[in-house]
């Protein structure tokens, strides 16, 4: 059983729309977003690279939908605020190449079933796939990588609404939050890390004011004191970002888009990745189981693992570790109160996150590649409606 230390500090960081791999993550989801448009049995598994002034598109994908490429790599590009050729990295001189072929038939003869088999539909791939929840948080998340989310996620807010106050910000950045807890309770923060690039003649003063009264709106004030330690681009300048400053890949940001480190994680990234890929849609889905069990009362930390064989439907496993926290007298007991209510085949999955027609629920897979996939109720995983009927099935076995 999961020991929680008396006292310890954890760090998380986070980093901005503008990061290069951030930016192939999106152009890869706002492909997969094009290809569900018209056409939601598309299978989309969609790789992206960055690096000066040149955007590479690949993978494989397989769908009825007429996508411009190019365009939505572009576009994505332009939105993120990359419209400047003097930074070595812009949406209208960038080159962007395009290598995509269809799905492999020995991975789509696993998946692919008709309507009436669509119940036995398998697993994309074989692995393990993870899913947390806390109380650090409203949000039920790691208090470290939800402040850590939210510093650069509203220093990019002002650039984008107030572009002439913040004219000095480009797009790249990174923040990292060290807080301390105490018997599993976030206490204070002890540091605050942020690169921001800048413009050639920012003043790093007004730079670090502007971080500060970002942390003074973003974090509560309960864990604010005058002792926190910042790091303002702790090397002195940082004027060269990007792409440009550095190459970017789809899905080289797994932790930023789960827990921060928290937890455990399985192998496989996110973005540019169809539901049908369990390496995405389970990793969902047993946010979803966590984030009930807590909001339920069963549990103050709670870590869903589930694991698939490619082309098989039942999972293999089902393994609940809430560190000790948990209100039943065994985490196993949890297990079967999970497969008494959720079906974790991958179609029950699709179907009951909604996760084919995000567009019509008001949400889309772009919009999970920046700032993480959890953690923002717009997304269906992010839903405690299933905590009443949990508390109930669990009342059948026997507490601490």
Sequence with gaps: MSKIHAEHVFTSESVSEGHPDKVCDQISDAILDACLKDDPDSRVACETLTTTDLIVISGEITTKSKVNWEKIARDVVSQIGYTDSTVGFSAETCKVMICIHKQSPDISQGVSRTPEQASTQGAGDQGMMFGYACTDTEELMPATIMYSHRIVQE???????????????????????????????????????????????????????????????????????????????????????????????????????????????????????????????????????????????????????????????????????????????????????????????????????????????GWSYSLTAAYGHFGRSVFPWEKTDKAAELKAVAANYAAK
Excluded: W
């Design 155 to 361: 220093l990019a807010r002002r650039r984008h609404e107030e572009p002439a106050k913040y004219n000095y910000l480009r797009p790249d950045s990174k923040s990292q939050v060290s807080i301390l807890y105490r018997n599993g309770k976030p206490v204070r923060v002890e540091s605050v890390v942020v690169s921001h690039q800048h413009t050639p003649d920012m003043d790093i003063n007004v730079l670090t004011a502007l971080v500060k009264d970002v942390v003074a709106q973003v974090v509560p004030a309960s864990l604010l004191h005058d002792g926190i330690k910042y790091y303002i681009n702790p090397t002195g300048r940082f004027e060269i970002g990007g792409p440009n400053g550095d190459t970017g890949l789809t899905g080289r940001k797994i932790i930023v888009d789960t827990y921060g480190g928290v937890g455990s994680h399985g192998g496989g990234a996110f973005s540019g990745k169809d539901p049908s890929k369990v390496d995405r849609s389970a990793a969902y889905m047993s946010r979803y189981i966590a984030k009930n069990i807590v909001a339920a009362g069963l549990a103050e930390k709670c870590e869903v693992q589930v694991a698939y064989a490619i082309g098989v439907a039942d999972p293999l496993s089902i393994n609940v570790d809430t560190y000790g926290t948990g209100r039943l007298e065994n985490d196993s007991d949890l297990e079967k109160v999970i497969r008494s209510i959720f079906s974790l085949r991958p179609a029950d999955i699709i179907k009951t996150l909604e996760l084919k027609t995000p567009a019509k629920n």
